[in-house]
């Protein structure tokens, strides 16, 4: 059986998959779910009105009814699935990939998407597909819903407390699906917001959509030459957001997952932060500095969410700015995690210096290339010959004096990334060679 989903939903290269290949998906998932009704967004790709409307031809010949949301954030299509009571929902976006690929989505009823046992179920109706089209008259219908909008908007405009008049932000929407969003909710909250990149363009011409540092020069200059408080930048389908200080430097994922953390503990006076396995030090100081407690999951954020739902969170997130705010909702909200920012921002002052009070590490990594059979029998001689308190649910993740240092193979690619983190340059370098040095030894001896 094929394996369809990659750590956060399906994604493929436009060209290689005809729409033939959407018309099957839309049939699986109108036989996954059963004739029940679902929400369906997209974002600005310029395939995604090709794929939403194949998809839907095959969901409604199910028999599923379809609630059309138009272009909207990946967060809001979760919101809608819970506060429509719908069984599900599906979303077109490749999320922070180049433009030329396209992916799908799917949510529960509980709007997280669905677990991995589900995944299968439905990996295994699309590799062996049934005549499942309803009569003439119990074909599906498709209707357009324009009320959930403003009612996820006014959600997140109630996590906003303070007023924030004197505050500028500059918003860098990469042409995608956070336009009609994030600009506006800070306007309404009075603050002056400067959108950037806010055509709604699938070709991605202002910068490409994954908001990692090497992208964002645009938006850190912008915020310079505007005097701005700060500096949002979202990806393609909004469900991740990363920060620029008021001085237009980079604020690492890690950084601003602390300072949310930190701020939810604030609040709550104690609970349960939970971070995938390869998140920095950096948070579980700040989460046990602050009364609270950190729970490492394996990485990917619906592990990182059904276990919030789990242990009750008061906070949960990853390190490249997909952060869950459970009482909002159980996914990652780039657009809330924005709100957020500036709402702390307004009350505790300049970003840079909240940053500069976070606890300090270096963290490298480094990939190293594998034939794919090789990848098991690396890890499971990594393991054996690992030292000292060994954490093994994703990769080999072991502690020693300086930091600690994972090694983990990739679910999709045939690579195993090895992370070092240690609270000197000097010690993360010279560990991270030394580990490099022994896997590739190991790699030498296994082939
Ligand atoms: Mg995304």
């Known amino acids: 059986m094929a394996r369809l989903f990659g750590t956060n939903g399906i994604r493929w290269v436009v060209e290689s998959h005809n729409p033939e290949y959407a018309i099957r998906l839309g049939v699986s998932s109108g036989i996954f779910f059963g004739k029940e009704k679902l929400a369906i967004g997209k974002d600005t790709r310029t395939s995604s009105p090709m794929i939403f409307n194949a998809l839907v031809s095959g969901l409604l010949s199910t028999g599923c009814n379809v609630i059309d949301l138009g272009i909207v954030p990946t967060p809001l299509v979760q919101y809608a699935v819970k506060k429509l009571g719908l069984a599900g929902g599906l979303m077109v976006t490749a999320s922070h990939n180049p433009p030329e690929f396209n992916g799908l989505m799917v949510f529960s009823g509980d709007g997280t998407e669905i677990p991995r046992a589900d995944e299968e179920r439905f990996e295994n109706l699309f590799s062996n597909p049934k005549n499942n089209s309803a009569a003439w008259d119990g074909v599906g219908n498709c209707t357009v ?56 363009d699938g070709r991605f011409p202002g910068r490409m959509p994954e908001p990692v540092r090497e992208n964002l020069g645009i938006l850190m200059s912008t915020v310079r030459e505007n005097g701005a408080d700060m500096g949002v930048a979202h990806d393609g389908d909004a469900d991740r957001a990363t920060f620029v200080d008021e001085t237009g430097n980079y604020v690492t994922g890690d950084q601003s997952l602390a300072i949310f953390a930190i701020d939810a503990l604030k609040q709550n006076g104690k609970g349960y932060v939970v971070v995938p396995i390869n998140t920095s030090k950096m948070v579980e100081d700040v989460v046990v500095s602050n009364g609270g407690k950190i729970d490492y999951t394996a990485v990917g954020s619906p592990l990182i969410a059904r276990r919030m739902m789990k242990n009750d969170a008061t906070l949960g997130g990853e390190g490249n700015g997909g952060v869950i705010f459970p009482k909002h909702q159980f996914c990652r909200d780039g657009i809330m995690a ?13 970003l840079s210096n909240i940053v500069s009070e976070l606890p300090k590490y270096s963290t490298r990594s480094e990939k190293i290339r594998v034939r794919p059979e090789l990848k098991e029998r690396i890890l499971e001689r990594v393991l054996k010959e690992s030292i000292g308190p060994v954490n093994d649910i994703d990769g080999i993740k072991t502690e020693t004096e300086e930091g600690w240092v994972l090694i983990r193979a990739s679910g999709t690619e045939p690579i195993i990334r090895i992370t070092v983190e240690t609270q000197s340059e000097e010690s993360c370098g010279r560990i991270l060679t030394d580990r490099v040095n022994y896997l590739k030894e190991l790699m030498g001896n296994l082939s």
């Open 338 to 350: 924005a709100a957020r920012m500036l709402n702390i921002i307004s009350s505790i002052g300049p």
């Open 145 to 200: 819903e324009n009320s959930v909008q403003p009612d996820y908007k006014d959600a997140i405009r109630k996590c906003i407390s303070r007023d924030m008049g004197k505050l500028t932000a500059v918003i860098d929407c990469a042409n995608g699906a956070a336009i009609e969003y994030t600009p506006g909710i800070f306007t309404d909250a009075g603050c002056n917001a400067i959108a950037i990149n806010s055509e709604p």
